[in-house]
């Protein structure tokens, strides 16, 4: 499918487990990013990365890691869930062009700490 | 670090009526601005964005936003509203110095009544 993707959907875990949200482009796109929402706080950006194997703290990285190994993949792997990190969680991805540029959001991962 | 304020966090109006959600970012450094909505159970999808040019930018679905640089606002604007134009509506503002990473605002929760 065209376009960004984010697996699962929906995913119930239990505190200290590890939990990794996919997230899939057919863009090429070389920016990805991962934001959690919040009710109240809105987007915060969790962490991003300008290419393949280049990644850089956003907001709130805190309890999170990512790679990127290819430019069409980002994982976020949560090492350790804590009942703190219950969100919804979006991916997106952008790319310049002639000097324009805008993000595009994945479905989201609604993920819940027990 | 830019800051985004969207001074309203939830709008109740009735159908055909006009609507103004308010924006503000802190910076009045060279910024790139969007709004995005987010319909229930959905990812972001871009509303419009101003990145130059006139300071009046046009959504297809009827809503308009204006740059005001003084006043550091993005205020988004229709003059009448229809049921499906409820949703969520966030501003976000990008920093020309932070590449492509988006601050967003808490949100407006647009509630259009019939």
């Known amino acids: 499918d065209a376009g960004i993707t984010q697996s699962p959907r929906y995913k119930i875990t239990e505190t200290g487990r590890q939990v990794t949200l996919m997230c899939h482009q057919t863009?090429?796109?070389?920016?990805m990013f991962w934001y959690r929402q919040d009710l109240g706080h809105g987007l915060r950006l969790i962490y991003y990365?300008?290419?393949?194997?280049?990644?850089d703290k956003g907001e709130v990285p805190d309890g999170y890691v990512v790679s990127r190994s290819k430019t069409e993949n980002f994982p976020l792997t949560l090492e350790s869930a804590t009942r703190s990190q219950t969100s919804v969680y979006f991916c997106?991805?952008?790319?310049?062009?002639?000097?324009?540029?805008?993000?595009?959001f994945g479905p989201g991962t609604r993920l819940t700490v027990l | 670090a830019q800051s985004v304020t969207q001074l309203d966090s939830q709008v109740p109006v009735f159908e055909e009526a006009p609507v103004e959600l308010r924006c503000n970012y802190s910076?009045?450094?060279?910024?790139?601005l969007f709004w995005y909505v987010q319909y229930p159970n959905q990812g972001l999808q871009l509303l419009l964005k101003?990145?130059?040019?006139?300071?009046l930018v046009e959504s297809i679905n009827g809503f308009e936003a204006e740059f005001n640089k003084s006043q550091t606002s993005f205020h988004l604007r229709k003059p009448s509203v229809h049921i499906s134009d409820t949703a969520e509506y966030f501003c976000?503002?990008?920093?020309?110095?932070?590449?492509?990473?988006?601050?967003f605002g808490g949100g407006t929760r647009l509630m259009v009544k019939p």
């Open positions: 997106a991805s952008s790319e310049w062009v002639a000097g324009e540029t805008e993000q595009f």
């Open positions: 863009w090429s796109h070389s920016y």
């Open positions: 990365s300008a290419a393949a194997d280049i990644t």
């Open positions: 910076s009045s450094v060279s910024v790139y």
């Open positions: 101003y990145l130059s040019g006139s300071t």
């Open positions: 976000a503002v990008s920093d020309l110095s932070a590449g492509n990473m988006l601050t």
